[in-house]
């Protein structure tokens, strides 16, 4: 049973509660208050952060994305600043409206899930974490460790995620799932790409729900820089991922389906992608 309730205005005043009291903070709590409410963890301090203000910020070609920002607010953002709109496919899958309206981008991350969406889009857009009171900033691949597991000190929080503008580009993603909306996805693709005369410029590949984080493989991406954006390509990568995921058996999916659908899932990319206007 929670104890003790914190809704500090300042960033200082959070840091110096989280110091003292060793608090959960949260903001949406659409994740926290799910796993209280079956038992998962049970804390007896809890700090809400929803009254700390701060805007999202564009600068140097990144977003800062800071704590507090629902998604809600990113999608009215990203319209109005007519960036990174492609993430409004990723976000508008996002549970529902209510969800949305109170789920944050940050509580995505330090969930820690292989299913998140959000945290997809953060290794797709090379993204890194920001940390208080240590200013720390960590790429996305080094601060997720595993399934809810995250590389944060007792004493810290997430002040902000930086990810990429990227413009004209194309995209594509998809995610698997018995519904639409309010799923936690079976395996998900994400997939930017940047051709020049139909040779590969810049491509960056992205997997949710098939391995213990996301699975994103940087080597394999330069490699084929300068390649032919070709169907025989894109079965290449195919097999490389396949052969690269990791997936466990669930309630809601084999290995060997999960295995077949990142192959299955790559080659759909590379139609939708082919037929795909450059967006913003
Ligand atoms: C019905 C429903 C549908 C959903 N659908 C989806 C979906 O389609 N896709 C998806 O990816 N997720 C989904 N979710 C999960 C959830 O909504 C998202 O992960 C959301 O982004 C969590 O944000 P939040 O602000 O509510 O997190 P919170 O619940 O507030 O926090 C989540 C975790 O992050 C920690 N935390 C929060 N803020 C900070 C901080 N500043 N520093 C350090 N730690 C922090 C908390 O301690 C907690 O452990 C769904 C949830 C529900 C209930």
């Known amino acids: ?47 809400d952060t929803k009254k700390i203000k701060s805007a999202i910020k564009l600068e140097n070609r990144k977003l800062i994305i800071p704590l507090n920002t629902t998604y809600t607010d990113l999608l009215e953002f990203l319209k109005k600043n007519k960036t990174n709109l492609f993430l409004e496919k990723i976000i508008k899958l996002i549970g529902s409206p209510m969800i949305r309206n109170r789920g944050t981008p940050i509580g995505n991350i330090a969930n820690a899930s292989p299913a998140g969406d959000f945290i997809l889009a953060t290794y797709l857009l090379n993204g890194n974490i920001i940390i208080k009171p240590t200013n720390r900033i960590i790429p996305i691949e080094n601060f997720i460790l595993g399934p809810s597991k995250i590389d944060l000190a007792q004493n810290e929080i997430i002040y902000a995620i930086e990810i990429d503008v990227k413009n004209n580009y194309k995209f594509f993603f998809e995610k698997v799932g018995k519904r639409n909306a309010m799923i936690i996805s079976i395996a998900s693709i994400a997939v930017l790409l940047k051709e020049n005369n139909g040779k590969i410029e810049d491509i960056s590949i992205c ?37 690269l995921s990791k997936p466990i058996n669930d309630v809601r999916a084999s290995k060997s389906e999960r295995k077949k659908l990142v192959y299955n899932l790559t080659i759909k990319a590379f139609y939708n992608l082919k037929n795909e206007v450059v967006s913003i």
């Open 1 to 47: 049973m929670i104890k003790n309730y914190y809704s500090p205005s300042t960033l200082d005043e959070l840091l110096k509660i989280k110091n003292n009291t060793n608090g959960v903070v949260f903001s949406g709590g659409t994740d926290l208050f799910v796993k209280m409410r079956y038992g998962i963890i049970k804390p007896q301090t809890v700090i």
């Open 207 to 243: 997997f949710g729900s098939v391995s213990p984080t996301i699975l994103r493989d940087k080597n394999i991406e330069s490699k084929i820089i300068g390649e032919e954006f070709s169907i025989e390509l894109f079965k290449y990568l195919a097999n490389e991922f396949e052969k």
